[in-house]
């Protein structure tokens, strides 16, 4: 059986706080596979940019990078706490432009400014020094919830997975969370609980964060796995040979929606055609109550050059017209269930939570 308590998580933790408090360290996904590369940040552009640019990605990990990113730039704001206010919501606001579909970058700023304003209601002369020190305990906190909230995900939804193939989609691993993963922490925990499954990784064009970086973590961890165009999957249920998928989200809504990687809603079509379980995991930081159904979530568009150009070769006309929505919304009639940290729901049991 998987360990669900943190303190005793060996694995991944790409987003961190140094130890001296100063920056925000980033295991940089652009790099991988060919590279480990860690990143020290302290500048609020260098942390915005680096959420712009998918150098930290998936929907929990970039709240945590938010979080920290915010405590992290307040320690080069002014002292006077005015002053402070106004450089503190600014930056905020500038790190809740960076990515619009992710709900959990919202929470973790909303946190951010609940732990704030609430101090200065019970006191209004707090010190800079102490407001910094809220919001730094604040960002570890919200780490430490999600790698909470990954561990005990993992061990609610391990016995829905059967053994047998396992399509997955995107990367919602370690990488993409504070560690452990959701859909991939699913996986992980049913592998290490001694299910015999075997993963089947969509490449999850355009920015390939399948190939990239799930292969990665399952080589790692040598979980058995099989890469495949994103075009393979229905093949692939039809010969028999995937029993359920399990993917991550970027947000839910009240109706049990789910937003996620763009290929996630055809990969659920397939499923149901094939009459295959469809399971989407998330700690409940992704559902957004406050949207009644997956037509609200705003659907980021992304540069036209991440479908025209692959690497570093063109493959396609420099000038054709491109479509690049990063993310779909798969309805919640194709779920089987939502897998949460407080257990696995239908998604018409969500609003009651
Ligand atoms: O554009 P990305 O790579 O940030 O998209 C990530 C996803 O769609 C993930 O599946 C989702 O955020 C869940 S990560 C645990």
Do not use: S, Y
């Given at each position: 059986m998987f360990d669900t308590n943190p303190e005793n998580y060996q694995g991944l933790r790409p987003v961190q706080l140094r130890v001296d408090g100063r920056a925000l360290i980033l295991l940089?996904?652009?790099?991988l596979p060919a590279d480990e590369v860690w990143l020290e940040l302290s500048a609020l552009e260098d942390i915005a940019v680096a959420i712009e640019t998918l150098t930290v990605r998936g929907a929990p990990a970039i709240g945590c990078a938010a979080a920290i990113g915010l405590y992290v730039v307040s320690l080069g704001m002014p002292e006077t706490r005015a002053d402070f206010l106004v450089a503190l919501w600014a930056a905020s606001e500038r790190l809740a432009n960076t990515r619009p579909t992710a709900v959990n970058l919202f929470v973790a700023l909303e946190q951010q400014r609940v732990a704030v304003t609430e101090q200065l209601d019970r006191d209004p002369d707090t010190s800079v020094a102490r407001l910094r020190e809220i919001l730094r305990a604040t960002a570890e906190q919200h780490v430490r919830a999600d790698l909470r909230a990954c561990l005990e995900l993992g061990a609610h939804g391990a016995p829905k997975l059967p053994p047998g193939g396992i399509l997955t989609h995107c990367n919602t691993g370690a990488l993409a969370t504070a560690g452990h993963g959701t859909a991939l922490g699913v996986i992980r925990s049913a592998w290490a609980s001694g299910t015999k499954l075997h993963v089947f990784v969509d490449e999850t064009r355009p920015l390939l964060q399948g190939s990239r970086l799930t292969a990665w973590e399952l080589v790692h961890d040598q979980i058995p796995c099989s890469l495949i165009c994103d075009n393979m999957a229905g093949a692939m249920m039809a010969r028999g040979e995937i029993q359920a998928a399990i993917v991550g989200a970027d947000r839910i809504t009240r109706n049990g929606d789910a937003a996620n990687k763009i290929g996630t809603y055809t990969v659920a079509v397939l499923c149901k055609h094939h009459g295959i379980p469809f399971y989407v995991a998330a700690p409940v930081t992704t559902i957004d109550l406050s949207l009644a159904t997956g037509a609200e979530i705003p659907i980021e568009e992304r540069d036209a050059d991440e479908v025209r150009v692959h690497g570093a070769a063109?493959?396609?006309?420099?000038?054709v017209p491109v479509r690049n929505p990063a993310f779909d919304v798969t309805p919640a009639e194709l779920i089987t269930g939502i897998i949460t940290e407080r257990g696995v729901f239908t998604p018409a049991e969500l609003a009651g939570l």
């Open positions: 940089d996904q652009r790099a063109l493959r396609a006309p420099a000038n």
